[in-house]
């Protein structure tokens, strides 16, 4: 039992290791050395594959920003070296052909003939190519491009019907008389349209052919009688006829119709006076100052047409109004003409002459 006792002990007591030394962590030289060896390599291959990666970067920013500027310089250099029209925006999906036919539409049959040209598929793309054109130039408001775009149409087919009332047009636009008839009497051929005859008899009111004009413009009427802008070419061309009831009644009917229209009131308003109209000019200014209070030349207008109806203080009243809407000097101005002669030595407008000598100097001294 003893000797088990002791046996017992031994198993515990009689071993002479330090159990401390043995398993507290010992980190040899060695080891230490390959763990230092590790992290620089560690080290380094991290350092590698990040330079690597900011390369990369760098490089790839490069590229997109290149391809950017590319990519928006490419037009531009297009556009320079291509005289011909690109829509400013997107297409229809049934002409975006058109995108890519531009590039080769000025360089099919560069030795080609000039005149009419076959019923050919090369031919009748190349000349909807530019209907295209023309017709997103006008949407963008570039008048001289779509004409260009649409006479390129009828060199090709001089026929085509549909082209020639917007080619008159243009022309008309461009008080291009000769042209612009030419090309709306071939509309007029193919339709009898109200703005097709309409233009037609301005264009001939620009060539002084007045009674083709007044043909076409009565013609115009009977199609649309309410038509404002037809009744003021009437009485543009019965004015220039010397019509002159006609053509009151004509700007009177347009300006019932327009009655915004400024410009055409002081036209009209000086028409009369020159018909010596007096009464009416009056009656109309009078009606017009209701309605327009802050132009000054429609007050110095209806005072000179009310001295000429010896309406003295209604001529003066008008003169008050009219001072006081523009710079004194420039009323002087008005003042000054010989159509006040007759009132210029009446007490109120000698007053209101001095008040605007008063002002003027008050102007030129203020600082």
């Given at each position: 039992?003893?000797?088990?006792?002791d046996e017992l002990r031994d198993i515990y007591q009689s071993d002479s290791r330090d159990f401390e030394k043995d398993f507290t962590p010992q980190v040899a030289k060695e080891i230490i050395e390959?763990?230092?060896?590790?992290?620089?390599?560690?080290?380094?291959?991290?350092?590698?594959?990040?330079?690597?990666?900011?390369?990369?970067?760098?490089?790839?920013?490069?590229?997109?920003?290149?391809?950017?500027?590319?990519?928006?310089?490419?037009?531009?250099?297009?556009?320079?070296?291509?005289?011909?029209?690109?829509?400013?925006?997107?297409?229809?999906?049934?002409?975006?052909?058109?995108?890519?036919?531009?590039?080769?539409?000025?360089?099919?049959?560069?030795?080609?003939?000039?005149?009419?040209?076959?019923?050919?598929?090369?031919?009748?793309?190349?000349?909807?190519?530019?209907?295209?054109?023309?017709?997103?130039?006008?949407?963008?408001?570039?008048?001289?491009?779509?004409?260009?775009?649409?006479?390129?149409?009828?060199?090709?087919?001089?026929?085509?019907?549909?082209?020639?009332?917007?080619?008159?047009?243009?022309?008309?636009?461009?008080?291009?008389?000769?042209?612009?008839?030419?090309?709306?009497?071939?509309?007029?051929?193919?339709?009898?349209?109200?703005?097709?005859?309409?233009?037609?008899?301005?264009?001939?009111?620009?060539?002084?052919?007045?009674?083709?004009?007044?043909?076409?413009?009565?013609?115009?009427?009977?199609?649309?009688?309410?038509?404002?802008?037809?009744?003021?070419?009437?009485?543009?061309?019965?004015?220039?006829?010397?019509?002159?009831?006609?053509?009151?009644?004509?700007?009177?009917?347009?300006?019932?119709?327009?009655?915004?229209?400024?410009?055409?009131?002081?036209?009209?308003?000086?028409?009369?006076?020159?018909?010596?109209?007096?009464?009416?000019?009056?009656?109309?200014?009078?009606?017009?100052?209701?309605?327009?209070?802050?132009?000054?030349?429609?007050?110095?207008?209806?005072?000179?047409v009310q001295v000429q109806n010896g309406q003295e203080d209604k001529a003066v009243a008008a003169l008050q109004r009219g001072i006081q809407l523009i710079d004194p000097e420039l009323a002087l101005?008005?003042?000054?003409?010989?159509?006040?002669?007759?009132?210029?030595?009446?007490?109120?407008?000698?007053?209101?002459?001095?008040?605007?000598?008063?002002?003027?100097?008050?102007?030129?001294?203020?600082?």
């Amino acid at each position: 039992m003893n000797k088990n006792k002791d046996e017992l002990r031994d198993i515990y007591q009689s071993d002479s290791r330090d159990f401390e030394k043995d398993f507290t962590p010992q980190v040899a030289k060695e080891i230490i050395e390959e763990r230092q060896r590790d992290l620089r390599r560690s080290r380094f291959t991290a350092f590698f594959f990040g330079s690597v990666i900011i390369l990369l970067s760098v490089l790839l920013t490069v590229i997109v920003i290149r391809e950017y500027v590319v990519v928006r310089t490419a037009p531009q250099k297009a556009g320079a070296e291509e005289a011909t029209y690109i829509p400013r925006y997107t297409l229809p999906s049934d002409s975006t052909w058109v995108m890519d036919y531009r590039r080769v539409a000025g360089e099919l049959d560069p030795g080609e003939e000039p005149g009419p040209k076959p019923l050919s598929t090369k031919w009748v793309k190349k000349a909807a190519y530019h209907i295209i054109m023309g017709q997103q130039a006008l949407a963008v408001s570039e008048p001289e491009t779509a004409l260009e775009n649409f006479q390129q149409v009828v060199d090709i087919y001089p026929d085509m019907e549909g082209i020639h009332r917007a080619i008159g047009m243009l022309f008309l636009q461009q008080s291009n008389y000769t042209n612009a008839t030419k090309h709306l009497e071939k509309a007029l051929e193919e339709e009898e349209l109200f703005d097709v005859v309409n233009n037609l008899g301005t264009a001939y009111i620009g060539l002084e052919e007045y009674d083709k004009a007044e043909e076409n413009l009565l013609k115009a009427l009977a199609l649309q009688p309410e038509s404002p802008g037809c009744h003021r070419n009437l009485a543009v061309l019965y004015r220039k006829m010397k019509s002159d009831d006609q053509a009151v009644y004509h700007f009177e009917k347009y300006l019932d119709l327009r009655p915004g229209d400024l410009d055409t009131m002081q036209t009209y308003a000086l028409y009369l006076t020159k018909l010596g109209r007096w009464k009416e000019a009056a009656d109309f200014l009078t009606a017009l100052t209701r309605e327009v209070t802050d132009v000054a030349p429609i007050y110095f207008l209806l005072a000179q047409v009310q001295v000429q109806n010896g309406q003295e203080d209604k001529a003066v009243a008008a003169l008050q109004r009219g001072i006081q809407l523009i710079d004194p000097e420039l009323a002087l101005a008005w003042m000054s003409r010989e159509e006040f002669n007759a009132v210029r030595d009446s007490g109120e407008f000698k007053t209101l002459v001095d008040q605007l000598e008063i002002a003027t100097v008050s102007l030129e001294d203020a600082p």
